[in-house]
């Protein structure tokens, strides 16, 4: 069976599809056979994103495809080694099933409390009325600012919850966007400083994932 991770949010704006798409890149780029669970049907911006890639011919491949429930994916995942679930952009139901299959559940927020209080409510939601293991969710501090103040107590603000939050941030950059409008993810930024940004972050959460199924 694949293994699951899932990056889901309560709200839209969190920067859910960037940071799906780049941790299918490192996995992919680890040998892992991988796909993303597109769960916005109505959007579709993975697999849109996917399309540019295939067109560049951007190694690694990475498979995209559309879902409209999680257990329609799962069921289907066993091709791979790696599926990532990419969650649609409001918490629902079906964010509880891809939760409760993850091996690892992300879920990234902003800095300002109209992100974080959100962030933090989907969290104690998915362990006290889904069964979540705490273990299994962490925060992911994305498309943030350059003040170092408001990236500090975003944090602070975090670790007074009991979940953990991934190592770095990642800033909303045009490096980034770019990158993804040519198919590419945020690790995959030709620009050194933003992609080793990123890739802090990403590590992190691969490390993270190696823990929970070590």
Not at 132 to 143: K, T
Not at 197 to 208: E, H, K, S
């Amino acid at each position: 069976m694949a293994a699951i991770v899932a990056v889901v949010s309560q709200k839209g704006g969190a920067g859910k599809t960037s940071l799906a798409r780049a941790i299918a890149t490192a996995f992919a780029a680890a040998g892992w056979q991988t796909e993303i669970a597109d769960m916005d049907i109505d959007q579709g911006t993975a697999t849109a994103w996917q399309q540019r890639r295939l067109r560049a011919g951007t190694e690694p491949t990475i498979t995209v495809r559309q879902f409209g429930n999680p257990e329609q994916a799962i069921s289907k995942a066993g091709s791979c080694d790696m599926l990532i679930f990419d969650g649609a952009p409001k918490a629902s139901k079906a964010t509880a099933v891809m939760a409760k299959a993850a091996d690892l559940v992300i879920i990234p927020t902003g800095l300002a409390l109209d992100d974080l209080e959100p962030a933090v409510a989907l969290a104690n939601a998915l362990v006290d009325r889904d069964g979540v293991p705490v273990a299994r969710i962490v925060f992911a501090l994305n498309q943030t600012g350059t003040s170092a103040l408001e990236i500090e107590e975003a944090r602070s603000y975090l670790n007074k919850t009991r979940f953990d939050v991934l190592d770095g941030e990642i800033p909303k950059k045009p490096a980034f966007s770019r990158a993804q409008d040519a198919g590419l993810s945020l690790i995959e930024t030709p620009f050194k400083g933003p992609r080793e940004q990123a890739a802090q972050v990403i590590r992190a959460a691969v490390a993270r994932f190696e823990s929970l199924t070590a």
